[in-house]
């Protein structure tokens, strides 16, 4: 399974990143050493959406907080880059997909990152990864 992190980049060019304590979503909490993953800058925090590509070195569940009764798992990570986007993908790109039934993968990423707008790490589908792998 291949995955996407929206947070915030610093560096977008850097050769390896580290995500401390992310939220997961829609399956972001499998997340495991050697899955693919997809970068997004987030725009929030002044970034471009889709910067790179690359393959998670490490990845380890962060413990719940006692007496909180909802948490959203959170996981930290770090990120070997393998590829540097050739195109740009972001929000203003995603958000015409907005018919959560359509099956497209574009309607998909605008839902799983834009429809709650908060950073974090997602499953992908199939389609959804082998279309952002046309930005490469």
Same mark, same amino acid.
């Given at each position: 399974?291949?995955?996407?992190?929206?947070a915030e980049i610093r560096d977008p060019r850097a050769r390896t990143f580290a995500f401390p304590a992310q939220k997961t979503m829609y399956d972001g909490k499998h997340i495991?050493?050697?899955?693919?993953?997809f970068l997004f800058a987030s725009e929030k925090e002044g970034g471009q959406g889709l910067i790179a590509r690359g393959v998670v070195t490490s990845a380890e569940a962060v413990a719940k907080k006692r007496g909180i009764a909802r948490q959203t798992p959170r996981v930290s990570i770090t990120v070997r880059r393998t590829a540097?986007?050739? $195109? #740009?993908?972001?929000?203003?790109?995603? /958000?015409?997909f907005a018919d959560w039934?359509?099956? $497209? #993968?574009?309607?998909?990423?605008?839902? /799983?990152?834009?429809?709650?707008?908060t950073n974090k790490i997602v499953g992908l589908s199939e389609d959804a990864a082998a279309f952002l792998c046309t930005f490469f």
């Open positions: 399974m291949a995955f996407a992190i929206k495991k050493a050697g899955d693919a993953i540097l986007a050739k $195109r #740009p993908l972001g929000r203003s790109g995603l /958000k015409p039934k359509d099956g $497209r #993968p574009e309607t998909e990423l605008n839902f /799983k990152f834009y429809r709650q707008a």
